[in-house]
C-alpha cells in the first residue's frame, strides 16, 4: 500500500511539473506562417468562351462555333454527341453505325488579334434509333504547363439530324 501511495504521488507532481511547463512555453514567438494564395495563370488573361451558338439553342444542321480568347493563340474545341440507345424487345445489341460526324470530334482554331475565333463547319450526325440527342461542346486553352477549360456547353440536336440508311447494291461474283 506504502509503494502504490508514493507511486501516485510521483505521478501526480509529474503532471503538475508537466502543467507549469506547458503554460509557460509560448509557442507563437516565431514568425506566424501564413498561407499564401496560389497564382492563377490565367489572370490579366482572356479565358475562352463560347459565344455562338448560345448554350441551349437547338442545333439543326451544320453549324460553326464562334468564341473569345486571348488574342492570337490556339484553341482547341471539342464536340461530343450523347445519346440514348433503344432498348430491344429481344435482348440483344442495336446496332449504331458510326461515322467520324457520329463520334467525338476535335477542332483547332485560332484567335484573332481582337481574340475573336471561329470553329471550322461541324456536322453532327446521330443514328435514327437513337433518342435523347444532345450536342455537348467545350474549348481549352494551353498557356504553358496550364491547361484552362470551359464547361461542357449542352445545346439540343433537332430530329434532322439523322443519318440516312440507304440499301446499296452489290453485284454477285460469277463462279467459273
Avoid at 460553326?64 to 493563340?73: S, W, Y
Avoid at 485560332?110 to 455537348?136: C, H, Y
Avoid at 439530324?161 to 460469277?174: A, G, N, R, Y
Amino acid at each position: 500500500m506504502k509503494k502504490q501511495v508514493i507511486t501516485l504521488l510521483k505521478m501526480a507532481i509529474s503532471l503538475c511539473l508537466l502543467i507549469i511547463v506547458s503554460l509557460n512555453a509560448d509557442a507563437q514567438l516565431g514568425k506566424k506562417l501564413k498561407r499564401h494564395k496560389s497564382v492563377d495563370p490565367m489572370d490579366g488573361k482572356v479565358k475562352p468562351v463560347i459565344t455562338s451558338p448560345a448554350a441551349g439553342a437547338t442545333i439543326d444542321g451544320p453549324f460553326v462555333m464562334v468564341g473569345k480568347a486571348e488574342p492570337n493563340t490556339a484553341i482547341n474545341i471539342y464536340v461530343s454527341p450523347i445519346y440514348k440507345l433503344p432498348k430491344s424487345p429481344d435482348g440483344k445489341p442495336i446496332l449504331v453505325v458510326s461515322t467520324p460526324k457520329h463520334k467525338h470530334q476535335h477542332f483547332t482554331a485560332k484567335a484573332d488579334a481582337n481574340g475573336i475565333w471561329q470553329s471550322p463547319l461541324i456536322e453532327v450526325m446521330f443514328d435514327s434509333k437513337t433518342t435523347d440527342r444532345r450536342i455537348f461542346a467545350f474549348v481549352n486553352q494551353i498557356w504553358g504547363s496550364y491547361t484552362y477549360e470551359t464547361k461542357n456547353i449542352e445545346y439540343f440536336a433537332s430530329p434532322k439530324l439523322t443519318m440516312t440508311m440507304e440499301t446499296i447494291k452489290v453485284p454477285v461474283k460469277q463462279r467459273n
